[in-house]
Structures are given as C-alpha cells and as structure tokens.
C-alpha cells in the first residue's frame, strides 16, 4: 500500500477562524489525493501570543470542538526560549522560557486530535551572534563575536543538556522532541536591535554543532537551507 504524503498546513488554534479555514483546505486538499493518497495535518507554531493563559484556553476548546489532526508543533525562538538560556539568565532578565509550556499544550491539543500519528515539538538552538554588538551581555542569548569565539565549548555542552532535559519531557507526554536548522545569517530588523537592521548570525546550525547537540533527533526546514 502507498504511504500517503504528509502535507501539515500552518494554523493558530485560538482563532476559531483559522480552524475553520484549516478544515475547508484540508478537504480541498485531499480531494486531490485520488491516484495518490494525501494526508494533510495541522503544523502549530506558538509564538508567544499563542502560549498566553486565555489563548491556549481558547485553543484547547476549539481543538475540543474540531479534533484537528496535529502532527508537529514549534515551540518560540529567540531570547529566553533559546537552549542556553538558564537559570541564571532567568534571574537576571526576569523573563521565563516557554519551552515546557510549548510541550505541555502541544500535549494537551494532542489528547484531541483526530491523527494516531507521532507527533514532535520542535526547536531552535536559539544562539545569535550579533556583528556590532558592543553591550555584550545585555540581550538573553545574544552574544558578540569575541564572546561567542571564547564561549562556544560552553554554549554548545548547555544547549545539549537542556536538550536532553527536554527531550525527557517531552517524552513523558507522548511527544517526541526535535532540533530544527535556522538559516546560518540574516541581515533585518529584530526587536533585540530596536527594529533597526542588523547583521546577525545562528551559528548552531552547522551540521556539527546540530549534531552534538541533538544526535539524530533532528528536523530538516529546506526554506532554511535553501536562504543559507
């Protein structure tokens, strides 16, 4: 029997309205599928919006009300939810990562999912390497190109015991747990850099690094290769 191919179409579960345009392309999709089977699945990025008490609220009823088929959900990037974000970091930042809050509701949805199907959480290694950088220290996970040199070793051996922490977590749930290539640089505007454009770099995601840090639990993004 022919493997049906897996197409995951992107939607916001606290918006009834998202849902509801995710089911009418689902079904438009997969009418197409008559001389080979198409399974098309809800792929769930949390942006931050998303992971706020009365939005997840919203998203489990809907998903209560729609039983979406879930296969894959991406947690935040950036900042505090970066692999080497610490306790320490925590502290000093009055900021919290939302990493385990991304496992936890992407588990929830799942208990209401229409798709026997594994399904993953995914992240960024979430290092950054700013050009001109001058206040280095100043920005959670951002680091300057003299800081990053020095402290790569460190970086690297933190970025794979929390992956390894949440790889456990995530495993407790049901859910498999998944690093995802960035692109290696991009010159754009980022909240970090008060809107303006900067050079930035994502060092993690070289193969080698991609490797120590998550072995073969790895998830491959083309349009991130393909900008590299």
């Not at 939810?81 to 809050?101: M, N, P, R, W």
């Not at 070289?206 to 639990?217: C, L, P, Q, V, Y």
Request: proline letters at 5%; hydrophobic letters at 40%.
């Amino acid at each position: 029997m022919t493997e049906p191919l897996q197409i995951c179409l992107p939607v916001m579960m606290h918006k009834e309205a998202e849902v509801e345009a995710f089911q009418k392309a689902k079904e438009r999709i997969e009418r197409l599928g008559e001389s080979f089977p198409i399974r098309v699945g809800a792929f769930l990025y949390f942006l931050e919006q998303a992971l706020t008490p009365q939005n997840m609220e919203a998203g489990i009823a809907n998903q209560k009300k729609h039983r979406l088929p879930i296969v894959h959900c991406q947690a935040p990037v950036q900042g505090q939810h970066s692999l080497v974000y610490t306790s320490a970091d925590a502290k000093k930042f009055g900021k919290q990562g939302l990493l385990e809050t991304s496992v936890d509701y992407c588990a929830a949805l799942r208990e209401y999912s229409s798709l026997d199907y594994p399904a993953a959480v995914d992240v960024h290694s979430g290092v950054y390497v700013f050009q001109d950088l001058q206040d280095d220290g100043s920005l959670p996970s951002f680091f300057s190109v003299n800081s990053f040199i020095k402290r790569r070793g460190e970086l690297l051996t933190t970025a794979k015991d929390r992956f390894q922490q949440l790889t456990e977590y995530a495993r407790g749930r049901g859910l498999g747990f998944v690093l995802e290539n960035e692109i290696s640089a991009a010159l754009c505007p980022s909240k970090y850099s008060n809107g303006e454009p900067k050079m930035h770099f994502m060092p993690f995601t070289a193969r080698d690094a991609m490797n120590f840090i998550a072995g073969e639990s790895q998830t491959f993004d083309t349009a991130h290769y393909g900008a590299s």
